[in-house]
Nanobody, 123 residues
C-alpha cells in the first residue's frame, strides 16, 4: 500500500504562486507514475498533470500548460506541483494519485489517492 499526503495549499491572490507537495509512505514511489488532479465545487474532478515513474515524461492539461510544473524526487518519495500565474479558475481541492499504469493514471483511474489540499485563488 502507498499512502499519499498532500500539502502546500492555501489562499493566494491571482498572479501568485504555490508549490504543492505529495509525500508517499508505506512503499517507495519509484515504480509509480504520479498525477495531480483537482476538483472545484460543483464540478467533476479533472486531470492537471502527470509525471512518469522516472520523471522523464510529463503531461499537462491545456488549462495549466506553461503555468504549472510537475516534478519528482524518488529518493525523497515526493512529487511537487509548482503553480505560477494562478487564476481564480484554479481554485479547487488538489489531489495527488499514483498508479503503475500510465494510461490509467492519465484517466484518473488510480490505485492510490491522497486526501487533497485546498487551493483558493482570489481575484
Amino acid at each position: 500500500q502507498v499512502q499519499l499526503v498532500e500539502s502546500g495549499g492555501g489562499l493566494v491572490q491571482a498572479g501568485g504562486s504555490l508549490r504543492l507537495s505529495c509525500v508517499a509512505s508505506g512503499r517507495t514511489l519509484s515504480p509509480y507514475g504520479v498525477g495531480w488532479f483537482r476538483q472545484a465545487p460543483g464540478k467533476d474532478r479533472e486531470f492537471v498533470a502527470v509525471i512518469r515513474w522516472n520523471g522523464k515524461r510529463t503531461y499537462y492539461a491545456d488549462s495549466v500548460k506553461g503555468r504549472f510544473t510537475i516534478s519528482r524526487d524518488n529518493a525523497k518519495n515526493t512529487v511537487w506541483l509548482q503553480m505560477n500565474s494562478l487564476k481564480p479558475d484554479d481554485t479547487a481541492v488538489y489531489y495527488c494519485a499514483a498508479d503503475g499504469d500510465e494510461d490509467r493514471l492519465r484517466l484518473g483511474v488510480c490505485d492510490y489517492w491522497g486526501q487533497g489540499t485546498q487551493v483558493t485563488v482570489s481575484s
